[in-house]
């Protein structure tokens, strides 16, 4: 049986981690809460060091975790079950569901031929990113692939460990170092491309593959609705016209519900509202109900595929605007991320402040480009943001937690973030 067919289910989320030997003096354990964790502590406690350690043992990037200043640290997940890796002179240890596995790093420069595919993908990405081309998620799969390190060929139960258990380190000192525009012009580009700017054309591109999908369906569903609503006159020969129009009424106001939250995030044009069709209809006509109701029906099921993208839409828009001044974000799939000035005045996000596009950042890789039963780690998330930003950041970010089933393991020094979640500090000083 493969790997693929034993794969464990999720390990999410984290249940605490035992460290040991941290800076060569310090062991202590940190037990998680399953929606955010808080670390604190003085510069050089450890914080970040942890993040880290957690991370490149969940990518599985054990050259990088053997250059860590830790002995070693266990993980222990939501079934129970253990994953420790310490370092020795020689490599890596790691341990768990089988026989311990030895990594002997003494020819790491010398793996097979995956390791310069990783090197030249990743070259790759980068001059895609300094073009401003949008990176397909073909290609960041295989980069993610490669960078777990499997060319050390671990046994069976490490793989299906791994693969249950996803990580995502954010650190907010090198977030605002991919936000500075790359200087270098592309070839056929008047102006320095930005990570933000990637992630206007993702949106754009998620939006109208989304809407292209939309209307594939919405064509097929219009296509039946003839003989629909044949048949629904058909069956309700002779009810009531009265308690028709009443299902008429409460179909009707779903689908104007649901057309209003639409158009707010860019997903429906106001004159495609199914609702502008009917000004007014005979409430006595059992017949003509029947029909209304049928096309208010087809009508809801059309939106209602749109409505789990809308809701993301709509997180990262009210994120963003709730924290902006003076402008706004609008969502289309034209531009997918445009700043709305007080005055009308369109601009590009690459026009925001630092702060503000470290925010649109976060909130879009933690609604967008992060995976489902993850543990997110966020490293300083305050840096660069406006003190007034920081009440309710992670109450915020717990929302999109909740819409992705995310964890959270936060290291800050900011006692504004910590503000209404003193139960989730965990201090390194105290330790």
Known sequence: MSVEEQALPSLWPLRAVEVSGLFGNRSFGLPFDAAATIITGENGSGKSTILRAINLVGKGQWARFHELPIDGIELRFADESRLSVANSEAGVVVAGRGDPWTIDLEEFEHVDPRRREAIAMRRDLDAHLRAGAPVPASVRRRIAELEREEYFDPPDWVAETLGAF?????????????????????????????????????????????LSRYAAESQQQEKSLPSRIVDAMQRGAGDDSERIAVQVDELRAEVRGLAVSLARVGLLDEEEDPDS???????????????????????????????????????????????????????????????????????????????????????????????????????????SLHVAWLKGLIAAFMDMGERRELQFVIATHSPSILAGHIDSERSLDLL
């Open 277 to 383: 069709q009917f000004e007014g209809y005979p409430r006595d006509n059992a017949s003509i109900l029947l029909a209304v109701r049928e096309v208010y029906s087809v009508a809801r099921d059309r939106l209602s595929r749109l409505t789990r993208l809308r809701a993301e839409l709509d997180l990262f828009a009210t994120f963003m605007n709730e924290r902006l001044t003076e402008k706004r974000i609008e969502l289309n799939p034209i531009a997918g991320i445009e700043v709305v000035l007080a005055r009308g005045e369109r601009i590009s996000p690459r026009q925001l402040s630092s702060g503000e596009q470290q925010l649109l950042a976060l909130a879009y890789e933690l609604l967008f480009d992060t995976e489902p039963h993850c543990v997110v780690l966020l490293d300083e998330p305050e840096l």
């Open 166 to 210: 996803e990580t995502k380190l954010i650190s907010a000192r090198r977030l605002e170092h991919r936000l500075r525009p790359d200087r270098a012009e592309a070839p056929g580009r008047s102006a320095p491309s930005s990570v933000v700017e990637r992630y206007a054309l993702e949106m754009r591109d998620r939006m109208r593959d989304e």
